[in-house]
C-alpha cells in the first residue's frame, strides 16, 4: 500500500511563514513527480507548485517569489516553504504524486490534506 501524508499546517498571520511536508510511504520505487494544490472554501482546487525527481519545479503566477518546492528523494518527501503568506492563501493544501510502485509503473495518489489559515 501507498500512502501520501500531509502535514505543517496551521494559522500564521499575514507575513508568516510555514513549510508544508508531503511524505511518500510503502511500497514506492521511485517518485516521478509532486506536486501541490489548494482549494479554498467555496472555491475550485487550483494548482500551486510542482516538482520533478530530476529537480525541475514549476509555480503558479500568484505563488511565485513566495514558496518554494523541494525534494528529499532520500526520504521520498517534499516540502513546500511559504512565506510572505496572505490571507487569500487560506485552503486545504494537497499533495498529489505520480509514483513507481512495485505494483504499477506510474501511479497516482492523494493525500488527505492540511489546513492552512492566513489570518491576523
Known amino acids: 500500500q501507498v500512502q501520501l501524508v500531509e502535514s505543517g499546517g496551521g494559522l500564521v498571520q499575514p507575513g508568516g511563514s510555514l513549510r508544508l511536508s508531503c511524505a511518500a510511504s510503502g511500497s514506492i520505487i521511485s517518485i516521478h513527480t509532486i506536486t501541490w494544490y489548494r482549494q479554498a472554501p467555496g472555491k475550485q482546487r487550483e494548482w500551486v507548485a510542482g516538482t520533478t525527481n530530476g529537480g525541475s519545479t514549476n509555480y503558479a503566477d500568484s505563488v511565485k517569489g513566495r514558496f518554494t518546492i523541494s525534494m528529499d528523494n532520500a526520504k521520498n518527501t517534499v516540502y513546500l516553504q511559504m512565506n510572505s503568506l496572505k490571507p487569500e492563501y487560506t485552503a486545504v493544501y494537497y499533495c498529489?504524486?505520480?509514483?513507481?510502485?512495485?505494483?504499477?509503473?506510474?501511479?497516482?495518489?492523494w493525500g488527505q490534506g492540511t489546513q492552512v489559515t492566513v489570518s491576523a
Open positions: 498529489n504524486a505520480s509514483l513507481r510502485t512495485v505494483r504499477f509503473t506510474s501511479a497516482n495518489y
